[in-house]
């Protein structure tokens, strides 16, 4: 279903991370993952592009979603679907 690139700065221990991975691939999302718990330099990247400092940081397309609980209310609004489907 998802034609748009996915990109989510995560780290491993995050439940945040693992609930936003999750309902994506819930709607077939591929999912492009950069750990900054593996890639610190990668968190200042992520904080530079977003200006937040949590993880996870998420990207559809150009498109900054923001956080977990943003992912989860676009979802909630029925403004999830359009965005993964629309092509970048």
């Not at 949590?54 to 359009?82: F, M, N, S, Y």
Request: charged residues 30%.
């Amino acid at each position: 279903m998802s034609a748009a690139r996915v990109l989510m700065y995560c780290t491993a221990s995050c439940p945040f991370c693992r609930s936003a991975e999750r309902l994506l691939a819930d709607k077939g999302a591929a999912i492009e993952k950069i750990r900054v718990d593996l890639e610190p330099a990668r968190r200042v990247e992520m904080t530079q592009r977003s200006g937040r400092r949590t993880v996870p940081q998420i990207w559809i397309g150009p498109r900054h979603i923001g956080g977990c609980d943003d992912l989860h209310a676009l979802d909630a609004e029925g403004k999830l679907d359009p965005l993964l489907e629309a092509s970048p």
